[in-house]
Every structure is written in structure tokens, then in C-alpha cells.
């Protein structure tokens, strides 16, 4: 069964600060990756999706996440983080022919302005 | 707004009673998804629907959760004879069917069911 690891449980940042956050898969085939973030009180927003092509993807808010299929990973990227990204933040695969999601257990970011 | 919605948006039952949730999809939107999600960890998928058709369940849904779409539109998620360890947040998702094209889901804000 294909799964989702996020290493880093709990992150703390001051702003400006840059953030990389882990993720790795098990799966050798096809994948499609996502980053989905839940910012406090709000539901699941897509960050960004990688499908193929490019595996540097771009997303919303400044955001990036790069596809290494040698290394499973599709970690999650900012150069510069803002005190409104405080969120928790979940890595996902596609698994199986109904496009279910597996996820990772989360990664809670704070940022301190 | 025309995004998923979910009702009740917080539900808090007593041991032993029963518990019903609605998930009305974006509306051009085939696939409808139910994932629950438990403290500190990330959602779990269990049940998919296509149009009416419910075509996959996991094995995390026991007897007593039951998942209809009758009309291919809302989606209802029951849990009968309910049990402390149902407490989570019910999560609904859905997304577009196009062949061989995948697509993003697009998630509700949830139900958080609280047993006593």
C-alpha cells in the first residue's frame, strides 16, 4: 500500500526565515503529489499539485515543491516565510484507480513575527 | 459560495446513538470522496463515490458506518450505535470525472463528531 512521510512534525520559524518541509512516498509507479494546507479554522486548500512535466512546481502564496523520483521526495519550499502561513501542512498521493488520497500525518508550522 | 459544504459542522453525541452527516459536492462534480481525520493525524480515506455509485470502501468503514449518494448529487454518512473512538472530523471531497485526467479534490470544512 503506497503511504506519505513527513518527518518533521512540529516546525517554528521567525519570519523572513526560509522553510522546507519533507515529504517522502512509497510507490515506484506513476504518482501525482500534492501539498494541501489548512490555515487555523479553515478547511483543506490545495498549495499545489505535481502531475508531470516540470518537477519544480509552483503554487500559491509563494510556494514551491520539487519531484525527485530518485529520492521519493516532494518537499515542500519557501524562501521567505510570513507569519500569516502559520498552518498545518499535509503532503499527499493519489493512490489506486479512484484517485483516492493517501496523506502524511501533517507538519505544524508557526511562524513568530 | 460554491464550494463543498458540510452539515452540521459540529455534532457532540452520547455512546450508542446514532449520527447522520451531509456533503453537498461542487455541483458539475462526479466523484465524491469521505475521508475522516483523527488528532495529529492526516486525513483517511473512507468511501468513494462515483455519481450514485459507491465503488469503494475502506476497511476502516465498519458495519456501522453506512454511505449513500442517492441521486449522484449530496452524499449522507451515517454512523449507527456510535462509539468514543468515532470521534474525528468527517471531511468530504470532491472532484471532476474526466477519463484518464486526474484532478485535484476539493475538500468541505468537515464535520467534528465529539461520542461522550
Known amino acids: 500500500a503506497q503511504s506519505v512521510s513527513q518527518h518533521n512534525h512540529h516546525v517554528i520559524l521567525s519570519e523572513a526565515a526560509s522553510l522546507e518541509l519533507g515529504c517522502n512516498y512509497s510507490?515506484?509507479?506513476?504518482?501525482?503529489l500534492f501539498w494541501y494546507v489548512q490555515y487555523p479554522g479553515q478547511h483543506l486548500q490545495l498549495l499545489l499539485k505535481?502531475?508531470?512535466?516540470?518537477?519544480l512546481v509552483k503554487g500559491i502564496k509563494g510556494f514551491e515543491a520539487e519531484f525527485i523520483k530518485s529520492k521519493f521526495s516532494f518537499n515542500l519550499r519557501k524562501p521567505s516565510v510570513q507569519w500569516s502561513d502559520t498552518a498545518e501542512y499535509f503532503c499527499a498521493v493519489i493512490s489506486g484507480g479512484f484517485q483516492k488520497l493517501v496523506f502524511g500525518t501533517g507538519t505544524r508550522l508557526l511562524v513568530s513575527p | 459560495d460554491t464550494g463543498v459544504s458540510q452539515n452540521p459542522r459540529h455534532k457532540i453525541t452520547k455512546r450508542g446513538q446514532n449520527v447522520t452527516f451531509r456533503c453537498d459536492p461542487i455541483s458539475e462534480h462526479n466523484r465524491l470522496y469521505w475521508y475522516r481525520q483523527t488528532l495529529g493525524q492526516g486525513p483517511e480515506f473512507l468511501t468513494y463515490?462515483?455519481?450514485?455509485?459507491?465503488?469503494?470502501k475502506s476497511r476502516l468503514l465498519s458495519d456501522r458506518f453506512s454511505a449513500e449518494r442517492p441521486k449522484g448529487s449530496f452524499s449522507t454518512l451515517e454512523i449507527q450505535r456510535t462509539e468514543q473512538g468515532d470521534s474525528a472530523m468527517y471531511l468530504c471531497a470532491s472532484s471532476p470525472l474526466v477519463q484518464g485526467i486526474t484532478y485535484e479534490q476539493y475538500f468541505g470544512p468537515g464535520t467534528r463528531l465529539t461520542v461522550t
Open positions: 510507490y515506484g509507479g506513476t504518482v501525482n
Open positions: 505535481y502531475f508531470s512535466g516540470d518537477p
Open positions: 463515490f462515483q455519481n450514485e455509485a459507491q465503488l469503494e
